[in-house]
């Protein structure tokens, strides 16, 4: 099968990329439910465009990789090269092929987290990421068939069998199915929920209710992070994204000195607890101009501001846009997806 990635057409900033390893012997089912919905979000007019949403096929070694159905899929980048994707999926599928995953696979994947990288697991390779002590303290999508295998193997993860997908932080996990669902919540993050709508409206399934969808994501943080303190305030922080508050006072709240809040959030994120804070009010400001009416005025508030000009300020220096523009921009895009065609040939499901 001739797959093929791509730059960016006519020049647009991609709104989301996603990096595909393909493990030997991957499922397909749940590789193709997720790159068909990122298809559909990614040019409004179905000509299979890389526009708005990108994405590559890896290998392990860099040479065609055969799914379990017997399809050969040739890869479009080489695994060296995992810059720029806001995403790495892990696709895989026998279990013996998971158990005996490479070491220095364990390795890549502990340094993408150590990195900030966040990694989606589908079927069986959230055993390779077990395998490599990623999931311990933490909630996992396991399919059904395999439940009993991990459970004892891994007591230390808790298993969900009943859950299309779990977001349990910097990693995603997906049993298996059409990982349909988990493309939707990616896409409703990253390009809205008008997009994600749109999307499952093309493959024929039932939008959830707006309402249905938080506006703030609150994943688990447990063991994300090295310490403690830095989890802790992080879920204070997102409680409180109106309402940021000095180093010292936060340090205050969680009981802890004011010098090793900053040395140990420095040591887990690379940043300091000031940017972190900003980074995530700042990115929940972008889900608010994308999916509310609400003025910039309003939003600034919502997302601890003292005034628009404060959070255009911050938010240019951040996104290389000013809020107006952003809002603008994205809307355009949104119109354009609701007057694309949309006969069968033109989505390119005849």
């Not at 399809?71 to 998971?98: C, F, K, Q």
């Not at 969808?213 to 310490?227: C, D």
């Not at 109106?242 to 010098?259: F, H, I, K, N």
């Not at 000009?309 to 994205?330: A, D, G, I, V």
Request: with cysteine; aromatic share 8%.
């Amino acid at each position: 099968m001739s797959m093929h990635g791509g730059g960016a057409a006519s020049g647009a900033k991609p709104e989301l990329r996603v990096a595909f390893i393909l493990m030997n012997h991957f499922t397909l089912i749940p590789v193709a439910g997720l790159v068909e919905s990122l298809r559909f979000a990614a040019d409004e007019f179905c000509s299979n465009r890389q526009i708005y949403c990108q994405w590559d096929w890896m290998t392990l070694d860099d040479l065609p990789v055969t799914a379990s159905c017997g399809m050969r899929i040739a890869p479009t980048r080489s695994l060296s090269d995992l810059d720029g994707y806001d995403y790495v999926v892990l696709a895989g599928g026998l279990l013996d092929e998971a158990l005996n995953a490479p070491e220095w696979l364990s390795v890549l994947l502990r340094t993408l987290l150590l990195n900030g990288k966040p990694i989606i697991a589908l079927s069986s390779a959230s055993f390779v990421l077990a395998e490599a002590g990623l999931l311990e303290g933490r909630r996992c999508a396991v399919h059904f068939t395999a439940s009993d295998e991990f459970v004892n193997r891994y007591p230390h993860t808790e298993a969900i069998i009943d859950e299309c997908f779990v977001d349990d932080g910097n990693i995603i996990s997906c049993s298996g199915g059409t990982a349909i669902e988990l493309a939707a919540m990616l896409i409703r993050r990253h390009c809205g929920a008008m997009r994600a709508s749109r999307g499952l409206d093309y493959l024929l399934l039932d939008a959830k209710p707006a309402s249905a969808a938080p506006s703030r994501s609150q994943p688990s943080l447990r063991r994300m992070f090295k310490s403690h303190f830095v989890e802790r305030a992080i879920a204070y922080m997102r409680e409180h994204l109106d309402t940021p508050r000095s180093l010292q006072a936060l340090a205050e709240e969680l009981g802890v000195q004011e010098r090793k809040l900053h040395r140990a959030f420095i040591d887990s994120t690379k940043v300091t607890p000031a940017q972190f804070w900003r980074d995530l009010r700042l990115t929940h400001a972008k889900e608010l101009l994308v999916n509310t009416d609400q003025h910039v005025t309003k939003i600034a508030k919502l997302t601890g501001f003292t005034d628009a000009s404060h959070f255009t300020l911050w938010f240019r220096k951040t996104f290389h846009e000013t809020p107006c523009s952003f809002r603008k921009r994205r809307r355009h895009v949104d119109s354009a997806f609701c007057s694309r065609p949309r006969s069968l040939a033109s989505a390119g499901l005849s």
